[in-house]
């Protein structure tokens, strides 16, 4: 049986929180029901399928990511979007982030399979999000305030068991 994965980092459950207002907003206010669908989060590694016998090999590849670093922080800044006709999405734009684009390329090293470029954000609409309802929302989150910081200080693994549950996670090992 085939199982779904990914590696991520999660802010605080405030923060969460307070993405989840505007997750709702894009529910209530422009017909997008998937925003709910997972709480707030910057993707390392998108989601990839294999067998749920091989699991233990991706375990392996997770502990081997080196993450001797020290915590940093993450600044939120505002709303970005990825204007695709096709699938547009609205997000949370962190600010670019040396030590994130590092940690990035750490996981790289162990998960290499696949090919795809890095932009960080944390989702507030998109999947069922129509072009028109995009339109309409992005007139009004391009300009909408929003600015917090969070401490990095561990990676998670996810498995989808009907939703993304978190099976593993990995903390930095502060260098001295």
Do not use: C
């Amino acid at each position: 049986m085939k199982k779904m994965y990914f590696i991520a980092v999660y802010p605080p459950k405030e923060i969460i929180e307070e993405i989840k207002v505007f997750k709702k907003d894009m529910v209530i206010s422009y017909g997008n029901s998937k925003a709910l669908k997972n709480e707030a989060h910057i993707t390392l590694f998108p989601p990839f399928s294999r067998e749920l016998e091989l699991e233990e090999d991706i375990h392996i590849a997770f502990q081997k990511i080196n993450t001797h670093l020290l915590p940093f922080e993450i600044e939120l800044n505002g709303f970005g979007s990825f204007p695709n006709s096709k699938n547009p999405v609205i997000f949370v734009h962190p600010e670019d982030n040396v030590h994130l684009a590092d940690l990035h390329n750490r996981v790289k090293q162990q998960f290499n399979f696949s090919k795809y470029s890095f932009t960080p954000h944390m989702t507030v609409g998109y999947r069922d999000l129509t072009w028109e309802n995009y339109l309409r929302a992005w007139e009004k989150y391009q300009h909408k305030e929003y600015k917090t910081k969070f401490l990095v200080d561990k990676i998670l693994l996810l498995r989808h068991d009907g939703s993304w549950v978190p099976i593993a996670e990995k903390s930095f090992i502060k260098v001295l």
